[in-house]
C-alpha cells in the first residue's frame, strides 16, 4: 500500500520539516477560494502556499468539447500528478505544478510552487484517491445545500467568467451525474464536513454546522460554548452529538449566524486564544465574503481550522495511520 | 547523500520494473538529437522515450533578455526540478514535464511522459549534478571539436531557427564562458565520450573516436577487431589504451569514416551479433544523419549504445554506486 509508505515517510521527517497539509474538497462554487483566502491572509503568504488541483486537468476546454465527461471526471484529470506533487508537497519538495487558465479555458506555462510552512490544497478532487488523502493532515469537505450552490455558481460564473444563467444551469445538469459519482463521495473522507446554510425560520446572515470526525483531535470547545452561555441566552454555538447520514458517530457544531457579533465576538476570541502560535496572525483577515460582506460562522470556521493548522505545526504530529 | 537513496531504490525495484536510463549531454548542435533519434528508430517508439532536459527552462526567451547569464546556466533552469523527474523517470514513475517551444522562445502547456522501458535524456546539462547522475545507467558526452560544433550550429540555426549567421557566431561567443563553466564539466561523468571528427590527411566522412571508461562494462571488442582486421588491411575499427587529459586510463575507441562500406559493414553485423534482444530491432534506423546522408562511425556509435541499453534491461544491474 504505497500510501502507507508516504505517512512513513513524511512521519520520519518531523514536525519541524515537513510542511502541514490542509485538505479543502468541495464542488465547483461551494465556498473553497473564500475559506482559502482568509487562511492564507490571516497565516501570512510568507508562511503559506495555496494550491488548486484543477489546474491539473488533462484537457483544456476546445478538447473537452469531444469528450464523454465533464471536468469534473478523474479521467478528465491527471491523477496520478496530482498525486504525485502532493506526496512531494507534503516531503517538503517543490513542484512544477500545471496552470489552467480559467479566463480562456487553456493550459499555459507550468509554475514552481515550494511548499511553505501550510500548504493548504483546494479543489474538485484532492481527497479522491487514498495516495492523495495520505498527504494531509486534516481535510475539510464544503457541503452546502445544493440549491445554495447553484445560486452561488451562478453569481460567479455569470458576473466573472462570461457566462449566461441559462449556460450555467445546463453545464450544473450536465456535470450532476460525476458530481453525484466522484466529488461529493470525498464527504466521507473529511475530518470536518463544513455546510453553509441558512437556518430555516430564521432570516440573516448563513449559519454554519460543522461536523467534526473523531479522526483528529478537535480543541476543547465545552469551555468555549460555557463562556458564551455566561453571556447570553441565545449563544452563536452549539455542539450536539450526532449519528452521520453513514452511521458514523460525529460531533456536530452548530455557529449561529443569526446572533448578534457582540455574541460572536466571545466565541472568536475564546478560539483565538486558544491557538498555539498567535504573533504574526491577522485577525482582521478572518470571515470575509466578497469585496465588502463579512460572515462571523465563517470566521469562526477559518478560527477552528486555523487552530488544526497550527497544532500540527507545534506537534509535529502526523493523523493517525488510516 | 540523496543520491545514493536513488540509487538503492532503484536497485531495489529490480531490473523487469525498472527503465534503463541513457543520458547524452553536449553542448548546442554537438549532434545529440542525431544520435537520439537513430536510437529511438532503431528500439522503437512503443518501448523508447526521448526527454530533452532544455525544457526545463526558468525563463522564457524574452524573460532571459533582461537576465545576466544565457540558457547555459544551471540558475536559468530548473535544475531541481530536472533532478526530481529524472528521480521518477528513473523509478517508473510519469512525469508531468515542462515544454519549451524552441521555434517562439516561449514555455508553454507541460506533456504527460511516462517512461517506456528505456529513457534517453538529451540535453545541455542532465550530468550537472550527482542526483541527476545517480538516475543513469548509462551516460554519454559528445565532445566534437568546437569549430565543427560551430559550423553545425550555424547550419541548423539559420537554416531552420531563423537567425543570421552573425547572430549565431555572436550567441557562440557570449555562451563560451558558460559552455566551459557548466557543459565541458560533464564530459568527466561520461561512460563515453564521443568525438566525431575529420582525421588529418584523410578526406571523406567523419570518424569517430570513442572513449570508453572503465565504469561500465563495455563489450568485448578484440574479436570483432580481430575479424575485421581478417579481411583488409585497412580496418574500420583500432582499439588503444590511452591516459585521458585528465590521467585516467581509458580505452579509446577508432571508428573510421575513410574505410569503404564493405569493411565497416563486417563492424556492424559483428556488434549486431552481440546485442542481448535484436528481434524486433530496426537496423535501417542505424546512422542516418539529416535527411539523406548515412554515417558508418555514427551507425557503429549506436550499435553500441544499444548494445549497453539491452544489456542493461537484460541483466537489470545498476551501475556501480560511485
Excluded at 468541495?26 to 492564507?40: C, E, I, M, Q, Y
Excluded at 444563467?165 to 470525498?186: D, G, M, N
Excluded at 486564544?273 to 460562522?297: I, Q
Amino acid at each position: 500500500m504505497p500510501h502507507r509508505i508516504v505517512h512513513m515517510l513524511r512521519a520520519a521527517r518531523g514536525g519541524g520539516r515537513r510542511p502541514v497539509m490542509l485538505a479543502i474538497a468541495g464542488d465547483s462554487a461551494a465556498g473553497k477560494t473564500t475559506l482559502t483566502r482568509g487562511l492564507v491572509r490571516c497565516l501570512g503568504a510568507d508562511r503559506m502556499t495555496a494550491v488548486c488541483v484543477d489546474d491539473y486537468h488533462r484537457y483544456d476546454r476546445a478538447e473537452r468539447a469531444g469528450k464523454p465527461f465533464t471536468a469534473l471526471h478523474p479521467d478528465c484529470n491527471h491523477i496520478e500528478i496530482m498525486e504525485q506533487h502532493l506526496q512531494l508537497l507534503s516531503l517538503g519538495e517543490p513542484v512544477l505544478k500545471p496552470v489552467y487558465d480559467h479566463s480562456t479555458g487553456r493550459l499555459v506555462r507550468p509554475e514552481l510552487v515550494r511548499p511553505r510552512d501550510f500548504v493548504i490544497v483546494e479543489g474538485l478532487l484532492p481527497l479522491h484517491t487514498a495516495m492523495a488523502r495520505a498527504c494531509f493532515d486534516i481535510t475539510v469537505y464544503l457541503d452546502p445545500p445544493e440549491d445554495l450552490r447553484h445560486s452561488w455558481k451562478i453569481d460567479r460564473d455569470c458576473s466573472r467568467r462570461g457566462y449566461t444563467e441559462q449556460q450555467v444551469r445546463a453545464e450544473l445538469t450536465r456535470r450532476e451525474p460525476e458530481s453525484a459519482a466522484f466529488v461529493r463521495p470525498q464527504r466521507r473522507w473529511a475530518d470536518i464536513v463544513v455546510r453553509f446554510a441558512p437556518v430555516p425560520g430564521r432570516p440573516g446572515p448563513l449559519s454554519a454546522e460543522l461536523l467534526l470526525r473523531p479522526t483528529i483531535d478537535h480543541p476543547e470547545l465545552a469551555p468555549v460554548i460555557a463562556e458564551a452561555a455566561r453571556h447570553q441566552r441565545d449563544t452563536a454555538l452549539h455542539l450536539r452529538l450526532h449519528r452521520d447520514t453513514d452511521g458514523r458517530p460525529v460531533d456536530a457544531l452548530h455557529v449561529h449566524g443569526y446572533v448578534g457579533s457582540d455574541e460572536s465576538s466571545i466565541v472568536k476570541n475564546a478560539l483565538w486564544d486558544r491557538l498555539a502560535d498567535r504573533p504574526g496572525l491577522s485577525a482582521e483577515a478572518l470571515g470575509k465574503v466578497g469585496d465588502a460582506g463579512t460572515s462571523d460562522p465563517l470566521a469562526i470556521t477559518q478560527l477552528l481550522l486555523l487552530y488544526h493548522l497550527l497544532e500540527a505545526r507545534q506537534t509535529g504530529e502526523v493523523r493517525a495511520l488510516a
